[in-house]
């Protein structure tokens, strides 16, 4: 993420996980299809986000098990 970037100013940030994109889960996602995704959005996205210490608790996963 850049400091004052459109990603910050919408919200993101540092330490966060994506967790849905479009009303569309990304939880089991790998990191590179989400930022492809993101990359190749046209107009506007819905995203939601956790803190990544809340993703761990709720899901007993350090890293997220990807499918």
């Known amino acids: 993420m850049l400091r004052g970037g459109i990603a910050e100013r919408g919200g993101v940030r540092v330490g966060h996980r ?12 790998p ?3 989400i930022v492809n995704l ?6 506007e996205i819905l995203m939601k986000t956790m803190p990544t210490s809340m993703f761990r608790l709720l899901t007993g996963q350090e ?3 990807y499918i």
């Open 63 to 65: 890293n997220p098990i």
């Open 38 to 43: 993101l990359a190749t959005s046209v107009g």
């Open 18 to 29: 994506i967790i849905e994109i479009n009303n569309q889960s990304v939880v089991a996602v």
């Open 31 to 33: 990191h590179e299809k």
